[in-house]
């Protein structure tokens, strides 16, 4: 099988990279051991598709799985669906203005994107029945031979998409509605982040090179400038994507959640405002369920930071008390142990959370998402920060105290050595280890993560290819494909096999970035600039990645970067915090407490802190004031369709007219007094029985003229006035 990587770098002009066949998703079936098992769940399947308009072909795919391509049947059933979705954004308030009544020309007006065609598409496969849809779910109850539901890629475009974006600086909007228009919302909204993110990192990088060179390490100055660069992200960015929201068309869609198939009710009630029988679960068996998650966050605290504590204290042994043979070997025992075992415990900590979420049976995909997120974020929190913080507020003031303590690893040691003693030198706490700590993870790790990101899943996909190519040796797999669908079939079947593309990964890497930054930048100042220069190549990586490495995502709809929202905000605030109190301990001309920890002043660190939270709060809000005293071309967009939603219900409400200015009766509008309209008004009079004192009372001056011609009377007879 050739790989996607051959295909980009051979000749952009291959039969199989300029069509997909009318194809809208795959369906990776496979072939269980009990074949009579495997055959009704093949015709349930087939039979579930085409209930729901749906029309599909079968090709072989590897040996033990077949390959179900899916198109909509009619583009009228098609184009039917898309139009009720634009409704039902209109009645929730995601779009201003309703869906032109003629649906031809509603999407000549605005087309339909291929992002929307797709979502719509694996929403009559997946959403469940009583909606409409097949309720298709991948690997789960009926369905667990289904592997995957994946749209085919669009080569044509990957390809040039990759090809602009290697020889550019910067995104442009351009570039992002693209995204949006063949991934969905939900991807673009990662990318403009991430772009955003990378340019407004300038500033800091900028600033951090001056500051590396001026001040050093431990800059209030830095400190000071660099927490509030991370408000004016933060507030800025909070603004950027509601305007981008409403570019898109998609502010609020948030409130059109997706139900969630696994959401087991309890008992159906009548919902209050519509009336229909809706499913519940108890909201206290979720609350209790949701408390869960304290015990949660300390047993991840407790199993983690034990392992990082463990593992520490392995390093500060070796690395600087242990004097004895193999010390150049041993002092990697530490690195060994993390690397086998924390990703083996994140791992671990990670299904249980994703099960600690499944308990808490959200009805929506949404809201199990960003419960999902949160402890994610707890466990990822954890992991990356642990080894700064304890070599800040542990080794660096308290090295000399607790140096003592770590006589076990000696004493175990000597238990193994054939020599009486184990020999030691004397300690003394390195001033630079935070620093070097700071490097490798604005360095190293990023670098690490790349090659886990790019390198380690292509050699991955390469090693299994290998091996299925010595399995089914002897095995004509695709020999009975028609010879004009070979290369495509080879094609689909290459892409069968990629990993699931997941955008949660990558917000999880910026945000642990952001943190970094915003935590303990002022150790090392070159971290923005690092940062500036990873993002650049971040972004065309991931973008790779998507076109090449994955399988096409879904083209779902978001209106924000949703609940890693919060997290950038609380990394802001914590980080001018923890900030504040490494300037504190680490700026004096000793260069920190060095072990000692009588050198610190309690009240003052507290008190630096406080005063730091609350220069924060005045800062935000200072922010937040002058950015909401700004326009965007969103917020300019969107007023324009308020006026103009407005205008048009007024003249379909009470006609054109109503829109029309008033002119007053004025004599320049026709209103001027004849003898033809006082006898009209006396005839009135007249009819009406006789005049009262209210009618008489405003017939005594006719017209302006007259009023003009009296008043000027009444103020040539007053008497002048005495000074």
């Keep these: 099988m050739s790989s996607l990587q051959y295909l980009y770098a051979s000749n952009g002009d291959r039969p199989e990279l300029k069509t997909n066949m009318g194809v809208d998703y795959v369906i990776h079936y496979k072939i269980s051991a009990d074949r009579a098992e495997a055959e009704a769940g093949f015709i349930r399947l087939i039979e579930t598709l085409t209930k729901v308009g749906l029309a599909s072909e079968v090709r072989r795919g590897d040996d033990s799985s077949v390959l179900v391509f899916v198109k909509v049947a009619s583009e009228k059933y098609l184009t039917n669906h898309i139009y009720r979705e634009r409704v039902q954004d209109w009645l929730y308030g995601v779009r201003i203005t309703a869906p032109d009544k003629d649906v031809g020309k509603e999407f000549s007006k605005q087309p339909i994107t291929e992002a929307e065609r797709l979502r719509t598409v694996y929403l009559l ?376 593309y997941d955008v949660t990964v990558d917000y999880r890497e910026m945000v642990v970035q952001f943190g970094f930054l915003s935590l303990f930048s002022v150790v090392w100042p070159l971290t923005p600039l690092c940062f500036f220069v990873n993002n650049w190549v971040e972004l065309r990586s991931d973008a790779m990645k998507i076109a090449v490495t994955t399988q096409r995502p879904i083209p779902w709809r978001a209106d924000s970067i949703g609940p890693w929202l919060s997290s950038l905000g609380f990394i802001s605030w914590f980080g001018t915090l923890v900030s504040s109190a490494i300037v504190y301990l680490f700026s004096g001309e000793n260069g920190g407490p060095r072990g000692d920890p009588s050198t610190i002043v309690v009240w003052g660190l507290l008190l630096s802190i406080l005063l730091s939270e609350h220069v924060y709060l005045a800062a935000q809000f200072s922010v937040r004031y002058t950015l909401d005293q700004m326009d965007s071309p969103g917020l300019q967009k969107e007023r324009a369709e308020r006026f103009s939603m407005r205008k048009q219900v007024l003249e379909e409400s009470l006609g054109p007219d109503i829109t029309e200015k008033l002119v007053p009766p004025t004599p320049a509008a026709g209103e001027k007094i004849t003898r033809e309209s006082l006898e009209n008004e006396a005839r009135r009079i007249s009819v009406s029985g006789g005049a009262t004192p209210e009618i008489l009372f405003w017939l005594r001056q006719q017209g302006m003229d007259e009023t003009i011609q009296v008043g000027r009377n009444l103020i040539s007879q007053t008497k002048t006035a005495k000074n």
């Design 125 to 500: 496969i997946n959403k469940p029945k009583n909606e409409g849809g097949a309720g298709i779910t991948p690997k789960l109850g009926q369905w667990k031979d289904v592997l995957s539901i994946f749209p085919l890629h669009n080569h044509a475009f990957n390809r040039q998409w990759i090809k602009e974006w290697s020889t550019r600086y910067f995104l442009s909007d351009k570039d992002l509605d693209q995204i949006r228009d063949k991934f969905g919302e939900s991807v673009a909204f990662y990318f403009a982040f991430l772009q955003s993110y990378f340019t407004f990192l300038i500033f800091p990088a900028a600033f951090g090179f001056g500051a590396w060179l001026v001040l050093g390490q431990y800059s209030w100055i830095f400190g000071i400038v660099n927490s509030l660069w991370t408000i004016i992200f933060f507030e800025w960015w909070k603004k950027k994507e509601v305007d981008l929201a409403v570019q898109w068309g998609v502010r609020g869609v948030s409130r059109i959640q997706r139900p969630r198939t696994q959401f087991r009710w309890d008992h159906e009630a009548a919902d209050p405002i519509t009336g229909e029988a809706v499913k519940v679960y108890s909201p206290i068996k979720r609350l209790q369920t949701q408390l869960l998650q304290i015990p949660f966050a300390l047993g991840c605290l407790a199993l983690l930071g034990a392992l990082y504590v463990f593992c520490f204290s392995i390093e500060i042994f070796l690395g600087e008390i242990y004097n004895g043979p193999f010390k150049s070997y041993l002092t990697f025992t530490p690195t060994i142990i993390l690397t086998g075992g924390l990703p083996a415990l994140s791992t671990i900590l990670g299904s249980f959370a994703e099960t600690l979420t499944d308990k808490e049976n959200y009805e929506t995909v949404d809201k199990h998402q960003s419960a999902l997120v949160q402890k994610l974020f707890i466990i990822n929190f954890i992991t990356s920060y642990t080894p700064l913080f304890l070599s800040a507020f542990v080794y660096m003031p308290f090295g000399n105290i607790l140096v003592p303590y770590l006589d076990i690893f000696k004493a175990t040691a000597e238990k193994f050595s054939s020599k009486d003693s184990i020999t030691t030198q004397s300690f003394q706490v390195n001033p630079d280890r935070l620093r070097n700590q700071m490097v490798y993870f604005t360095i190293t790790a990023q670098i690490v993560n790349f090659a886990l990101e790019v390198v380690v899943p292509y050699v991955k996909r390469k090693a299994f290819q290998e091996v299925e190519k010595v399995q089914s040796k002897g095995k004509a797999v695709a020999a009975d494909d028609v010879a004009d669908e070979h290369a495509f079939l080879e094609r689909v079947r290459n892409e069968a096999q990629l990993d699931v």
